[in-house]
């Protein structure tokens, strides 16, 4: 990690509780975490609730703490980020990254149970599977270029995710399905991603009485075995190209745009501009990330960019025109990710 990449994770241990803090040096391994009797086991009961409701009696996929949310490859079983078992490690993570809400939190085991489904009932292997959704084996590519409002595929989580993966895309559709008063009949009605969720329809009616094929799914990294240190977790698990992707950006004559230097008369009607958008900034995140599809690691640090700048350039929001600031300054963000979607930069010479 670099000097200026580990100064940013000192700076966000530092907003840490003083009990997360003191976390930081043990290994996860010892600090007894377990998904029963957790804040997160709430969720996962409610997960089984909606598939008990939708008829899935014979499929309840066994979850566990790990390192981040996901389905070891082709394994019916859900991983959830251990940091979610506890207040004291989730106000870690929120000083971090940005927390998952409880909205969030649904979302992502809603799509984790249809890679759990798709893999206990070995859907992929069917033709029909391989028709809807493209080939099983495709290579599976972190950067990948989505087709944004494409009809062939559900929206669900950010950054237009169905369109990664042919398993992503089965995943999605089946949340979707999942997910109460989601109306996906008349939401997707004359989409081509309708004929996708009618197949998890009735794929789902077909298999309600039956059992997995494989029931039982092989653990990936347990919390019981991750040795690393809370610090070191999160000092692994920063991307060092991220923050060189964001790094000295030309925006402040932009900035400078949006934003205003005021007068001592009219400072009173005016607060800092970076105060402004570390209070909207999760939001901003998640909808740049959601329409344009840039991968989340990205966009956040190009408005934590945008932040650091405003603050530094001691840029000021006047009060009534907040709303206004914050639609430009998120249209702003849009264009450079755009940018950086199809062009490789958020800013080209």
Request: hydrophobic content about 40%; overall charge positive; some cysteine.
């Amino acid at each position: 990690m670099s000097t200026a990449e580990t100064g940013a994770a000192l700076t966000a241990f530092e907003k840490a509780s003083p009990e997360a803090q003191a976390l930081l040096k043990r290994p996860i391994k010892d600090l007894g975490l377990k998904l029963e009797g957790s804040a997160v086991e709430k969720y996962v009961l409610r997960l089984y609730r909606e598939l008990e409701a939708k008829g899935l009696r014979h499929f309840r996929p066994s979850c566990y703490l790990t390192d981040e949310w996901g389905c070891p490859s082709g394994e019916p079983i859900i991983g959830i980020p251990f940091y979610l078992a506890d207040p004291k490690l989730a106000a870690l993570e929120k000083a971090m990254n940005d927390l998952e809400t409880e909205r969030e939190i649904l979302m992502y085991l809603r799509h984790e149970a249809g890679h759990a489904f798709n893999y206990a009932y070995e859907l992929y292997r069917t033709e029909e599977w391989r028709s809807l959704f493209g080939p099983f084996r495709r290579p599976y590519r972190e950067d990948y270029r989505p087709v944004p409002f494409s009809r062939r595929f559900v929206r669900h989580i950010a950054g237009w995710y169905a369109q990664k993966h042919p398993d992503e895309d089965f995943a999605e559709t089946f949340a979707v399905w999942l997910t109460p008063r989601s109306g996906w009949r008349k939401k997707y009605a004359g989409w081509d991603a309708i004929h996708k969720l009618r197949y998890v329809e009735k794929t789902a009616r077909a298999l309600r009485d039956r059992d997995p094929v494989r029931a039982v799914g092989s653990t990936d990294l347990t919390v019981e075995e991750m040795e690393t240190t809370i610090e070191d977790f999160y000092r692994q698990k920063a991307d060092p190209g991220v923050a060189a992707v964001a790094a000295d950006l030309p925006l402040d004559t932009d900035l400078r745009d949006i934003f205003s230097r005021p007068r001592r008369s009219s400072a009173r009607g005016a607060r800092p501009a970076a105060l402004l958008l570390s209070e909207n900034r999760k939001e901003i995140v998640d909808k740049v990330a959601y329409w344009t599809g840039v991968r989340r690691p990205l966009v956040k640090d190009l408005v934590e960019s945008i932040e650091r700048r405003v603050g530094e350039l001691h840029l000021r929001a006047p009060r009534k025109r907040e709303p206004r600031s914050l639609v430009e300054i998120t249209a702003y963000a849009t264009t450079l990710a755009m940018n950086y979607l199809t062009r490789g930069k958020f800013v080209n010479p």
